[in-house]
Each structure stands twice: as C-alpha cells, then as structure tokens.
C-alpha cells in the first residue's frame, strides 16, 4: 500500500473524512455488541469481503481464508454464524487507528487503509490479543452514508484456524 | 447503545467533534501523566462517573463497581487515591478509539460512544492488558470546552477487584 | 505535559490537524510495511529523533537511549538496520491514540502528544506488547505537508535492549 503515502496529500471535504470513519468506526462497535446482523449492511449490495494473511497478501496470492462477495453471501455467513455458536462465552474488543484516506477510482468513491486490534475477553476475564493487522478497504458514498465496496482484512498472524466463522 | 447505529448518521459541527474527541483525549491523558487531581474537573459540576460490567450492563443492572455522582465526591476518591498509594510502581497507557457522537436530549448535549484499553506496566518491564471496555458518555458544552456530564465505563471483564483505586 | 491541558483549548484549522494527524498515521504505516527508508523523510532536514524511556524523561534526563540529529544520522541508521536484519522474520504493528495538538513557539509550528503501541508477531503467530509510551513531537509545515521538527519517543518500560536498531 505504498500508494497510500502519496494519495494521504490530498485534502479531503471533512464531512467525507468522518462518513468514512463513522463507516470504520460503526463497523467494529456493531461486531464487538454482537450485532452481527448488521454486518451486511456495512457493505454495498454487491461489496466484498475478504480475510487473508500477510504473507499471503505480500506474496500477491489473491486466495483469502474467507471471500464473500455480496450481502447475500454475508447473511449466509451470518446465519452460520449464529447456527454454530458453540463457544465458550466471550466478547471482542476493537481497536482502530485512524485510517489514511484517499481518493478510488471513480467518483465518490474513496480508499482507505487503517491498523486494527481485536482483543477477545473470556467470561472468567482471562484476555488475549485475538488478531492483529490491517484494513486496506475501498468506500462509495451512499444516500449520504459511506459503505464498503471491498474490505480486504489482512491479518498479521498466520495462524487463523480459529477465525473461521466471526467477521474481524 | 443500537441508538449510536441512528445517530451516527448526522454531521456534528466540526468543532463540536474537536470539543468531545479533546475531552476524551485529555482525560486519557492526564490519568496516564499520573496527574490525577485535575480528574475531577474533566466532569460538570454534578457529573457521574459509573464503573461497572458488560456483564452487569447488559443485563441493565444500574449497580456498579463504583459511581460517584458530583466533582466533591470524585475528589473524595482523589484523596483516597493519594492515601492509599502503597502499590508496586507503575505506569498506565490508555488507548481510545475514535468515538461515535450523537446530539442528546439537551441544546448542546451530546452523547458518545468509545473502546478503550489500559495497559499497565510495572517498574521491571513486565506489561499486561489491564482493563479493556467501552465508555458511554454524555457530555455538555461549558465555556468553549466539553466536560462529561455522565461517564459509564463498562468492562469487557467482571474480574475487577483490583480495580478500586484508580479511575480508567 | 501538563501543558498540553492548556493548549487544547484552542481549536486548529482542520486541515492543520488534518496534517498532522496524517503525518503521524503515515510514519506508524510506513514502519509496520517495512518500508524503513521512507523514515528519515518524515522529517525535516535537521529533524531530531530521541528514544528515551518514562523514567529518564520524568527525571528531566536529556540522555534517551538513541538521538539522531538530521536526516543523514537517521539514513545511517536505516542502513545498518538493512545490514543488521538477522533476525527472527516478524512483524510490527502500530496503534496510536489521537493527538492533543497545540501550537508551537514559531509561525506555522506545531507541537503533539499521543500514546502508541507496538505489536510485534513472529512468523509462528505468537505475538506480543512489544512496546508502549507517548510520542512527544514538534512539527512544521513545509510545502502543504507536515514534518517532524523533533519526535520523543517516550517508553513506558525501562526494558529497551532489544529496541537498539528499529525505530518506534
């Protein structure tokens, strides 16, 4: 994302600036309240999801551990998700840096990069550092409400086993 | 707080959201820099400051681990804090995200919606994940600046005994 | 930093802020891509980069761990960081708070502070609280962007060993 150092010149209309991190921002809050119905929503009809590695994205490998592309794919993801909620009780914590911002390809459409965490508490309050890494995510401006055309998540960690199945 | 989902949507003057964001900010700041008499003052006059649990939250228990409603009370604790100084050195680092801002019910009220962590570090180096959780503000604006006129904090964990002391 | 609680009273020009903001959200990127022989540039030409810990900087010790004093220094530096790059393959991972900002002493100055982290994960997964602190800084704007004037990197912990060759 070498781009991102040039196009972070530019200034942007501030009411753009906070639709895109609203979008961000509103993204890791609804995960970490376990409103994951929502999670769709956060994406264009059509937009795309994709989870992978480092060192499968440095490599150029444009196999991901998850790709959903569209929401319908999204709510199938959702609905597995609350069918196979097995787990030992738990609540995720996000944190995101602010993301440098530049302008996509077409019109009201924007690019972003951010660095995330995403910290998991037990119910016997035991934490850890679940996941680590970076959002390189492409936005279009929608009745006045930023949505994502692509969220590619790239975790630092090679080791995912575990993340199958909830969104990061 | 589904409500921040709605309210995010609308576009806060720019200075309303520098106001807030700096609030956030400086209170982090100044329990970090140990400077802790001046916690008091980052709330109104009859401010609250409520710690408690998702647990406890979610299930909307009022009762927290701590609430003190009025600056003479937090300074009450101030003073318990300068008494009972009797730990192991250490130091603390909070990390906030970016909040989500609402108007409130009130002419110049807002309301927020943040994460945070604490790190804790000891004298020898050794750190730990101290405190991770959410903050849900409302806040005024006096005199050009903004002060909380209720602070809840809500920890991911109900593992909380250590946590008496000191404000987070 | 107390003085940082007056200073933020002021409100900036946003694109000031937006500057700075960026500036800071860059170097983080810059690090964590690896993208190591950008670092000098985030500075003016006699910028000045220090390392230091909380412990010495508390007790007004000028002496930090690591000083370069202009863009020459800090390349030689990044050289015998690529000669000395022996270790283990990992990767970094930087979040940083908002900043309080405030203006500077000159026309165009500004000064900052900010808590950060530092993630660290090997190749194997495990990962770790590398590092935390505050950056202290003083920037200029040179042709509509921002560069640091001074960077204090200020280390919660006083175990720094193994910080001698990467920039923070």
Chains 1, 2, 3 share one sequence.
């Not at 019109?107 to 890494?133: H, K, P, W």
């Not at 006045?144 to 909830?166: G, K, N, P, T, W």
């Amino acid at each position: 994302m070498n781009e991102i150092a040039h196009f972070s010149q530019e200034r942007l209309d501030p009411s753009v600036r906070d639709m895109v991190e609203d979008l961000i921002c509103a993204y890791a809050f609804a995960l970490d309240d376990e409103d994951i119905d929502r999670w769709p929503y956060f994406f264009t009809e059509s937009g795309v999801y994709v989870l992978t590695t480092k060192e499968n994205h440095d490599a150029g490998l444009p196999i991901g551990i998850i790709r959903c592309i569209g929401r319908g794919m999204m709510s199938d993801r959702v609905k597995a998700f609350h069918t196979a909620n097995i787990f030992e009780p738990h609540s995720y914590s996000h944190m995101v840096s602010r993301p440098l911002i530049g302008r996509g390809p077409r019109q009201d459409s924007y690019v972003a990069r951010s660095n995330f965490q995403v910290i998991r508490t037990m119910q016997d309050g035991r934490t850890e550092l679940f996941a680590t890494g970076k959002y390189l995510d492409s936005m279009v401006i929608e009745k006045d409400a930023a949505r994502f055309q692509e969220r590619i998540v790239v975790l630092d960690s090679r080791q995912v086993d575990i993340l199958v199945v909830m969104p990061i």
